[in-house]
């Protein structure tokens, strides 16, 4: 079906390797960074067994990721439609993740009770794009970054966690203040990760993670820089790039 219009690509240097669709929504560092920065938190606190919800999976880097740095990781990835759905199943057989990762079709708009309260970890790079803005000729691209409806998205993901769980995002730095509007309904302990494309640019990314429950203050955390004045990618990013994990503590 798809043999005409896929690209199969290796990340991690080339430990991974991702079916996706040549022309449509793929991949970018968004979904490696918030992956790695996952890894990075579940080292750092020694999580080693944890149910964990990848919310608008698409063709499943994410779950893929953090699949590869933890062997007792059980993912469900969540994702509505059937085409990137398709390609998830096939790419968690391409690398042997059939223990690891559950592929689920589900609208998390219209998330199923049988999910809520059910994961330690929800993680999600939702698409931002409203309604009214211009739309690609491509109905999979746009699937991918427009969104009906923001808040019910962020709403609708913290129905999947269980008491003490945690969410992750990256989002636009834009988006940040109704995301903390969205999230504060039922978390709090807010950690704010920028990005930096370089010194001389303001952050367009930034990594939130909020525990359900949670009353700690707001940080901001040092974040990271993508890029030298030179254009070169920096080291800790790199790292982050070839190793799928985000050591930020």
């Known amino acids: 079906m798809f043999s005409q219009n896929i690209t199969v690509d290796k990340i991690l240097k080339g430990k991974i390797s991702i079916i996706q669709l040549k022309n449509g929504f793929r991949y970018g560092l968004e979904a490696v960074f918030l992956a790695a920065f996952v890894n990075g938190y579940l ?15 698409g063709v499943g880097t994410i779950s893929l990721i953090i699949a590869h740095k933890n062997n007792g990781a059980k993912i469900s990835a969540i994702e509505n439609n059937t085409h990137y759905l398709k ?35 929800v993680v999600t790079n939702p698409p931002f794009n409203e309604q009214q803005q211009k739309k690609s000729e491509n109905e999979l691209d746009n699937y991918a970054k427009i969104i009906a409806n923001y808040e019910s998205w962020i709403d609708n993901s913290l129905k ?4 003490r769980g945690t ?8 988006l940040l203040e109704k995301t903390l509007i969205s999230l504060k309904k039922k978390t709090g302990s807010f950690k704010i990760f920028p990005i930096w494309p370089n010194q001389k640019k303001s952050s367009k990314r930034l990594i939130l993670f909020a525990k359900k429950g949670g009353a700690s203050p707001t940080e901001l ?3 990271v820089r993508l890029y030298n004045n030179q254009g070169k990618m920096i080291k800790k990013a790199k790292n982050c790039s070839d190793k799928g994990i985000l050591n930020f503590l």
Not at 47 to 57: E, I, P, Q, R, T
């Open 167 to 174: 969410i992750f995002l990256i989002i636009p730095t834009g």
């Open 43 to 57: 080292k750092k606190y020694k999580k080693k067994n944890f149910l964990l919800a990848d919310v608008g999976s």
């Open 160 to 163: 999947l966690l269980n008491d």
């Open 221 to 223: 955390m040092s974040g």
């Open 87 to 121: 390609i998830a199943n096939e790419n968690i057989i391409k690398n042997n993740f059939q223990k690891k990762i559950n592929a689920i079709k589900c609208d998390i708009l219209d998330v199923n009770s049988h999910l809520t309260n059910s994961f330690d970890i």
